[in-house]
Structure formats: structure tokens, C-alpha cells
């Protein structure tokens, strides 16, 4: 239970800093979208390729524990997205949006140090093929997803046009498939360029976590309930049950492998959440999702380590 309250307490105080910079006046509501514009046009494409680029090739392709957890996540996203559309009676855009929030783990700023405390030296390169899953796979069919879902009453072929020119423009992508080129051919990066991309890729997770209590200054939770709690259960509850049903199927030899896949799907989404969000207009909603559902997993996860340590998977 101490090392979940020593992973979540500076994330939840970094978020109170912008909230109290917000409301003290400090910072302008409307001058707040620049850092969430920092973070997911420059910082976290950055870190992406820092973490892709670094890893060998031997890290990046652990293909049973990547085609368990990538089948389990892709699971989830067609749960997610299926109960938006079907079942809510949402927009495709809205409904991936929200699927988001279910199926992007927090694995480098939380679910790593918890698995790095379970399973040790393992834990490293299970989290190269979280990253490679979450950015190379799933980013790319989110990202796609909801594009679609914003001209859906157009014909289908400049539709796919104007997502593949989207798509190739994102800095998102760039990073990942530049990344896992370098990692792949084994291109050296030079020292300043190396060191401009550290520097960026540090300021990821503290300007992220600033963002995002800023965001929070300004929201109204009237008539979010709804969307908040799908979100939250979805991500702590259904996301690790899918991947634990696929190694149900595709068992691997390494039980503290499926263990570390089992928590890390287990963990809050990703603090980056609210300003992919951003792009379609439901930061809000969104910074509110990941605040709530990183305060319950304190809970969840102490549970799922429980349950970890005992056995039960």
C-alpha cells in the first residue's frame, strides 16, 4: 500500500499546484491550452521516441507477452467502443475518446516502479512492449478512430485521405515509427540532439500533471457522472479482466510475466489522457476521468497486488 501512495501522492500533488496556480489567479484559464500543446505536440513525442529508440530489439519483441496483452487491450477497445456507440448512443468520435481512457495504462509512471517492486529486473522489458502495444498498435487505431468519427457523414474515400495525411502529420506518430526505425536499424543519436530530446521528454510527466489540475479549475462535473464512472470502470475493472481472459488463453511459461501485464493493465490511464482528449474538445471530462480514476486505483491496485501475491494469477 506504500508503494502505491509513494507513486500516486507527487502525482496528485503536481495536479493540486496547477488547480491552486489556476484558482489563486496565477495562471489565466485561457492561457492553460498552450502547455497541453507543449506536451502533445513536443514533450511527449519526445519521450516516445526516446523510449522506442532505446530499446533492443530483443526488448521490443517479446511476442507472447506482446500478443497476450496487445489481444486483451484490443478486447477492451472494442468493448469500450461498442458500448459508446451501441449502448450509449454516442458518436464514433466521442465513443473512442472516452475508449481511450479504458485501454492507455499509466506503464512508465506507475505501472513500472509497481512492477519493478514485484517482479524486479523483468520489469524493464515488459515495459518496452507495454510502450510498443499502447503507442506503435493502439495510438495509431485511436488516433485513426476518431478522426473517422469527425467526418463520418462524408464519402469514405476523402475520409481516409484526410486521415491518412492527419495521421502522418501527428507528432505522435512521427515519433513512435521514427523511434522504431532507429531501435531497429540501430541509429546512434548524436549527443545534443540526444540530450534536446531528454530534456523534452522530462517535461512530459511534471507539465502533463500541471495541465491537467488546470484543467480541473475550471470544470463543472454536471452531467459528466455518466461518462466519468464508464471510464473508471472500464479502465480498472474490465481492461486487466481482458487481459487476464487472454492469458486464461494463451498462458506463458513466466508467471510473474502475466502477473506484471495483469497489474499494469490494472493501473490509471495514462497522464496524457486529457490532452488527447484535447484534440476532439473533451479535455474536461477527461481530466476529470483520469483524476477520479487514479483516486480509486489506489484501491484497485492494492487489490490486484493482493491478489498477485497470492496466487490467484
Known amino acids: 500500500m506504500l508503494t502505491v501512495l ?22 489565466q484559464p485561457n492561457n492553460t491550452r498552450a502547455l497541453g500543446v507543449f506536451v502533445i ?8 521516441f526516446r523510449a522506442l529508440s532505446k530499446r533492443s530489439n530483443l526488448e521490443l519483441l517479446n511476442p ?3 500478443l497476450s496483452y496487445a489481444l486483451g487491450s484490443f478486447l477492451m477497445l472494442g468493448l469500450g467502443i461498442g458500448f459508446g456507440v ?10 473512442t475518446v472516452f475508449a481511450m481512457g479504458m485501454v492507455l495504462s499509466n506503464s512508465a509512471f506507475m505501472g513500472f516502479p509497481i512492477a519493478e517492486e514485484l517482479i524486479g529486473a523483468k520489469a524493464s522489458a515488459a515495459l518496452a512492449v507495454y510502450v510498443m502495444v499502447e503507442n506503435l498498435f493502439m495510438l495509431p487505431i485511436l488516433i485513426g478512430c476518431a478522426e473517422l468519427g469527425r467526418k463520418s457523414g462524408s464519402h469514405w474515400a476523402p475520409v481516409i485521405r484526410g486521415i491518412l495525411v492527419r495521421l502522418i502529420k501527428n507528432p505522435l ?9 532507429c531501435s531497429l536499424l540501430d541509429v546512434p543519436i548524436v ?5 534536446t530530446i531528454d530534456l523534452l521528454a522530462g517535461s512530459s510527466a511534471p507539465v502533463a500533471l500541471f495541465y491537467i489540475g488546470c484543467t480541473l479549475a475550471g470544470l463543472t462535473l454536471k452531467g459528466m457522472v455518466t461518462d466519468i464512472t464508464s471510464v473508471v470502470i472500464g479502465k480498472l475493472l474490465f481492461h486487466p479482466l481482458c487481459v487476464f481472459l487472454l492469458f486464461l488463453l494463451l498462458p506463458l511459461e513466466d508467471p510473474t510475466l502475466t502477473q506484471s501485464a495483469i497489474i499494469n493493465a490494472a493501473m490509471p490511464m495514462a497522464t496524457i489522457y486529457p490532452l488527447l482528449g484535447q484534440k476532439y474538445g473533451y479535455e474536461g471530462v477527461c ?7 487514479t483516486v480509486i486505483s489506489f484501491f484497485t491496485v492494492t487489490g490486484v497486488l493482493y491478489l498477485a501475491q497470492s496466487g490467484f494469477f
Request: no cysteine; glycine share 10%; hydrophobic share 60%.
Open 64 to 66: 507472447d507477452l506482446l
Open 86 to 95: 451501441f449502448v450509449q448512443r454516442r458518436g464514433l468520435q466521442a465513443s
Open 6 to 27: 509513494s507513486i500516486t501522492g507527487p502525482i496528485f500533488m503536481l495536479i493540486a499546484i496547477g488547480y491552486v496556480a489556476v484558482r489563486l489567479g496565477l495562471i
Open 173 to 181: 506518430i512521427l515519433a513512435i515509427l521514427s523511434g522504431v526505425i
Open 287 to 293: 481530466s476529470a476521468a483520469l483524476v477520479a480514476t
Open 41 to 48: 505536440d513536443f514533450a511527449l513525442p519526445a519521450l516516445l
Open 191 to 195: 549527443k545534443p540532439l540526444g540530450k
